[in-house]
């Protein structure tokens, strides 16, 4: 199960050493919610192919560990784990290894026990009680951590304009999304792709990622004060003229709006 927003080249799995066994059980063991759950009931008392997780763990704590997983990513345990239909757990082959999201998590395991064992540890003058690296300090509830301004550019380079403007309100409006804190949608992560697309030269993108940005901060003069720039760049001097109007509504004193207006209408 693919996230929607995660159109962009997957990279491949990491294959890095081994830590110790026990790197990664230490924090494991440390972050483990209270409780069985039902779902212990589905699947195989004992597991067969724990290679970083300790092979001694209860059924119990590993469903925890891996239910942890699927909140961190936002999936089905079966974004990992091959066999079945999707759905019930009927038919899955947990210690199966042919799904490479399965690899990648545990190289994923690796790293986490790395950071929090290894260069965490070594810091000087640690917070106490320190403050771990989990999946979800990354993931935030999707499978590919990549930021917003970043997954908007890669929809505008493979689908354009008109898709990304659909991505982002789709994301916005999700509440799944917003309330896991999946994405910054604070104005300046978008501004800042809008300059980025400008400097860029790719002046009717950079246009269009500001007017979406300014249809979620209609009160913004930094977006204004950006559109009427990019549209007397592209040759379009009454779009410009009427985002520099828009700015002096919201503050009649911004000089740069009055000189900007001042030379386009004189000239
Ligand atoms: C993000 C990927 C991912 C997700 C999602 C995930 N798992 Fe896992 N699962 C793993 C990895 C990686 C291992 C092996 C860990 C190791 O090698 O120490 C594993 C191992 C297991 C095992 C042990 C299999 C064996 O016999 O060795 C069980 C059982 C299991 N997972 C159940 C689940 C359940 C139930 C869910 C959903 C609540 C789930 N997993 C979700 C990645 C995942
Ligand atoms: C320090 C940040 C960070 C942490 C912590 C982290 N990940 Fe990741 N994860 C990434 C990045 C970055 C990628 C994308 C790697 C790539 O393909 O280029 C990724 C990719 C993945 C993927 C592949 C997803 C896909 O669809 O391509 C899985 C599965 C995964 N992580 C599982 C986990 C699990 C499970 C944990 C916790 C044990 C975890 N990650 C912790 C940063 C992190």
């Known amino acids: 199960m693919r996230h929607q927003a995660e159109a962009e080249v997957r990279g491949s799995a990491a294959s890095g050493t081994r830590p110790p066994r026990t790197s990664a059980a230490c924090v494991l063991l440390a972050v483990l919610a209270v409780g069985a759950t039902s779902l212990a009931g589905q699947i195989p008392e004992r597991p067969t192919n724990l290679r970083v997780l300790p092979t001694d763990l209860s059924r119990d704590s590993l469903v925890e560990i891996m239910r942890g997983f699927s909140f961190a990513l936002g999936v089905r345990c079966q974004y990992c784990h091959t066999g079945g239909d999707g759905i019930s757990f009927e038919g899955v082959d947990f210690a199966d290894d042919s799904d490479p999201d399965k690899i990648k998590a545990r190289a994923m395991l690796r790293m986490v026990g790395n950071l929090n064992d290894v260069v965490l540890a070594a810091l000087p003058e640690r917070d106490d009680p320190p403050v771990s690296v989990w999946c979800k300090t990354c993931h935030r509830g999707r499978p590919r951590p ?88 592209t040759g379009d001097p009454e779009s410009a003229i009427s985002h520099y109007e828009r700015v002096l509504e919201l503050n009649p004193d911004n000089a740069r709006a009055r000189d900007r207006l001042a030379e386009l209408r004189g000239g």
């Open 146 to 233: 990549i930021s917003l301004a970043d997954a908007l550019l890669s929809t505008l380079d493979e689908l354009g304009p008109d898709s990304t403007v659909a991505l982002y309100n789709r994301l916005r409006d999700d509440e799944r999304v917003v309330l896991a804190g999946s994405f910054d949608f604070g104005e300046w992560e978008t501004n800042v792709l809008g300059e980025r697309l400008r400097r860029a030269s790719r002046l009717t993108d950079a246009i269009a990622i500001y007017t979406l940005n300014g249809s979620r901060y209609p009160e913004s003069i930094g977006i204004e004060l950006a559109l009427g720039a990019l549209y007397e760049q």
